[in-house]
């Protein structure tokens, strides 16, 4: 037993010295998952918008044709809220290639629902809902690389 709890605290030394937030290990019978309480948790990041500068049009030039309006803006509606990715890696919707999506568009969740995992370091991070509603939309594709506070998903709270 002393030699297991050795371990655990070699291994909770090094995520601590390292900036580690999660570490599985298996060794034969002994295996052990940490992870560090709020390392997921998504923080809130100031929008930040630049207008591009408008152009005139070249002379007999046709017009051009208006950029895509998004369907959902989360700030439009404060019902919506977004999963962002609380770090940089690959995004997967599902927990392996045959098994169906965590979440799917429409469905219901709880604030403690795994949605997604996103790989990084060949760690896989689940990730969490955080808040209680609908999943609206699903804003990546599976096996999409993601940066630290992009958006994921649209929840209505509910």
Avoid: H, W
């Avoid at 037993?1 to 070699?10: G, N, P, V």
């Amino acid at each position: 037993m002393t030699t297991s709890i050795e371990k655990i605290s070699a291994l909770l030394a090094m995520m601590k010295d390292n900036d580690i937030v999660e570490l599985e290990l298996e060794e034969g019978d002994f295996s052990v998952a940490l992870r560090k309480q709020g390392a997921f948790a998504p923080t809130a990041m100031p929008a930040m918008t630049m207008a591009a500068p408008m152009m005139a049009p070249a002379p007999g030039a046709a017009p051009a044709a208006a950029a895509p309006v998004p369907a959902e803006n989360p700030a439009d509606d404060p019902a919506l809220i977004q999963i962002k990715s609380p770090i940089v890696g690959t995004f997967y919707r599902t927990p392996s290639p045959e098994a169906p999506p965590f979440v799917q568009e429409g469905d219901a969740v709880r604030k403690d629902s795994v949605v997604c995992i996103i790989e990084a370091m060949k760690i896989m991070n689940e990730i969490r809902a955080e808040t209680d509603g609908k999943i609206e939309r699903v804003l990546v594709e599976s096996g999409e690389p993601v940066e630290y506070g992009q958006p994921l998903f649209l929840i209505r709270k509910g």
